[in-house]
């Protein structure tokens, strides 16, 4: 059983930046692809970022490209998710996601094995 506990979120100005971390529990953390989500009010869970279990390969949705940058520590247990230029439209909770199966976590068709409990960010204009 994974545990996936997000933090980092918070409010900021438009343009500003946040880092977003994901702390996991399981000890085989390394063995796990890493997925960043999100769901603003009224709207469907949006694929933002993902990793894999080496953090050889990134993957980011059109609507992040350029602004948000992906990591890991597998030493520390922890992925990251830095977000910089931000945007009203970025506002949303945003969720971890954690899979042994790498396309499990760069879409919202596949049910990833883990999640974790979400963060607010909210950016205002």
């Known amino acids: 059983q994974v545990q996936l506990v997000e933090s980092g979120g918070g409010l900021v100005q438009a343009g500003g930046s946040l880092r977003l971390s994901c702390a996991a529990s399981e000890r085989t953390f390394s063995s796990y692809a890493m997925g960043w989500f999100r769901q603003a009010p009224g709207k469907e869970r949006e694929f933002i970022s993902a990793i894999s279990w080496s953090g050889g390969s990134t993957y980011y949705a059109d609507s992040v490209k350029g602004r948000f940058t992906i990591s890991r520590d597998n030493a520390k247990n922890t992925v990251y998710l830095q977000m910089n230029s931000l945007k009203p439209e970025d506002t949303a909770v945003y969720y971890c996601?954690?899979?042994?199966?790498?396309?499990?976590?760069?879409?919202?068709?596949?049910?990833?094995?883990?999640w974790g409990q979400g963060t607010q960010v909210t950016v205002s204009s």
């Open positions: 996601a954690a899979d042994k199966t790498l396309v499990v976590v760069t879409t919202t068709r596949t049910a990833p094995g883990y």
